[in-house]
T-cell receptor, first 114, second 113 residues
Framework: NAGVTQTPKFQVLKTGQSMTLQCAQD?????MSWYRQDPGMGLRLIHY???????DQGEVPNGYNVSRSTTEDFPLRLLSAAPSQTSVYFC?????????????FGPGTRLTVL | KQEVTQIPAALSVPEGENLVLNCSFT??????LQWFRQDPGKGLTSLLL?????REQTSGRLNASLDKSSGRSTLYIAASQPGDSATYLC????????????FGAGTRLTVKP
């Protein structure tokens, strides 16, 4: 199993550009989520999904969109990039909601917005 | 506000020493608490998961304890090795928090040979 994979590993954007961060898992996990990690702060939840076709907002959802058309994939879209979105983004998955199961994390995407 | 705090932010110890990392949280109503390890430039690796009904979990040289009433958890690492050098993150699932795990900022551990 590849586990949780993310692409790209690094990305530089200009303010106002849009892009999609890809996330896929091959463990048949129902729950998937996106976090951002900023220096000196813990990870913060952006959006999550409890299954295909179901998504919801986390702590910091503004400026991001998600969709979940399949169990395997959970892309994160930046609609109009801003310097405040410079961060490292992590995708995670678990068998069900994380209250009862450990989460598995991808290697991260380091995003810089100029 | 439901918050998770880890102190110290950084810790340096000589190889072979036993050490304790601390995590505190502001609300005792939790589902569980997890400890993760993060190597530089990498994702997070789950180390231990403690359910709210449990007091501790052990895996190899690692032992994590949970005291909900005081809002504290500790991660004990026995006989530390240079390979243990990493950032250790504590994350708490609070009741009624809509699937949102709250993370501490982490403790960066360096084990010197």
């Amino acid at each position: 199993n590849a586990g949780v994979t993310q692409t790209p590993k690094f990305q530089v954007l200009k303010t106002g550009q849009s892009m999609t961060l890809q996330c896929a898992q091959d463990m048949n996990h129902e729950y998937m989520s996106w976090y951002r990690q900023d220096p000196g702060m813990g990870l913060r939840l952006i959006h999550y999904s409890v299954g295909a076709g179901i998504t919801d907002q986390g702590e910091v959802p503004n400026g991001y969109n998600v969709s979940r058309s399949t169990t395997e994939d959970f892309p994160l879209r930046l609609l109009s990039a801003a310097p405040s979105q410079t961060s490292v983004y992590f995708c995670a998955s678990s068998y069900s909601i994380p209250e009862y199961n450990e989460q598995f994390f991808g290697p991260g995407t380091r995003l810089t917005v100029l | 506000k439901q918050e998770v705090t880890q102190i110290p932010a950084a810790l340096s110890v000589p190889e072979g020493e036993n050490l304790v990392l601390n995590c505190s949280f502001t609300d005792s109503a939790i589902y569980n608490l997890q400890w993760f390890r993060q190597d530089p430039g990498k994702g997070l690796t789950s180390l231990l998961l403690i359910q709210s009904s449990q007091r501790e979990q052990t895996s190899g040289r690692l032992n994590a304890s949970l005291d909900k009433s005081s809002g504290r958890s500790t991660l004990y690492i026995a006989a530390s090795q240079p390979g243990d050098s990493a950032t250790y993150l504590c994350a708490v699932s609070f009741l009624g928090n809509n699937n949102d795990m709250r993370f501490g900022a982490g403790t960066r551990l360096t084990v010197k040979p």
